[in-house]
């Protein structure tokens, strides 16, 4: 007997799971009082471990991001890349805080890699050398929201040796009246230099803000050759 029902409890495991059809000899047994406590016990049970297992999900395995530090004559440049694109240029932080930032607030693994970022150093190079004015590097645009990347790609659309306002850039965007939030914008750009908010300036001519300090967004407008712009 006790044979008997291990062979049922394992044609019926096999069967709940959908690993095997009920045999016709199961079936007949299953129409039985016995069977049908049976089946109602097994899937009583097999119910509380759905309800218990089934909304546990294996963790996403965080994304990479490798970054390096470069010189540059407004200082050192820490820059981070994941396989999508350029994430991260930061001229004020220090290692630690940079790492910290992409580690924590942003969830990514992080790994020094001059190989990784090789082709966006020599881009930035190439730039502050004066051998570059345009970029083309991919950008990760996973932390932005919608209404700051319309900000940034229509300040990435601002040329070389120009400068407009915030106002402009408002109203570029289909927002006349919203410098204000397009300043607060810009001043969260997660790659100054690359997308050039530096090019933007307040009413009037005036420089305005911007996270790097004034001077880096002066040495940035020398560099370009247009600070004459910005009286």
Request: with cysteine.
């Amino acid at each position: 007997m006790t044979r008997e029902l291990t062979r049922h409890d394992d044609q019926i495991i096999a069967m709940l799971l959908g690993d095997a059809p009920a045999s016709p000899a199961l079936e007949t047994w299953l129409r039985s009082a016995a069977g049908r406590r049976e089946l109602a016990a097994y899937r009583r049970t097999l119910g509380t471990f759905t309800r218990i297992y089934g909304a546990i999900r294996a963790p996403r395995p965080r994304p990479t991001a490798y970054y390096c530090a470069i010189s540059s004559p407004i200082g050192r440049v820490l820059v981070a890349a994941t396989e999508a694109g350029l994430v991260r240029v930061s001229f004020r932080s220090s290692e630690a805080s940079f790492v910290t930032e992409l580690r924590e607030r942003h969830a990514f693994d992080v790994i020094p890699s001059p190989a990784k970022t090789a082709g966006i150093v020599h881009q930035l190079r190439a730039y502050f050398d004066g051998e570059r004015r345009r970029f083309d590097i991919q950008i990760d645009f996973r932390h932005v929201s919608a209404f700051q990347r319309r900000v940034l790609l229509a300040a990435a659309r601002v040329p070389v040796g120009q400068v407009v306002s915030y106002g402009e850039i408002a109203r570029r965007i289909g927002r006349p009246g919203g410098s204000r939030a397009v300043g607060q914008a810009l001043g969260h750009n997660p790659v100054p230099i690359v997308i050039p908010c530096h090019r933007v300036i307040a009413a009037g001519g005036m420089l305005g803000g911007y996270t790097g300090g004034l001077e880096i967004k002066k040495k940035l407008l020398r560099i370009e050759g247009a600070l004459a712009e910005t009286g």
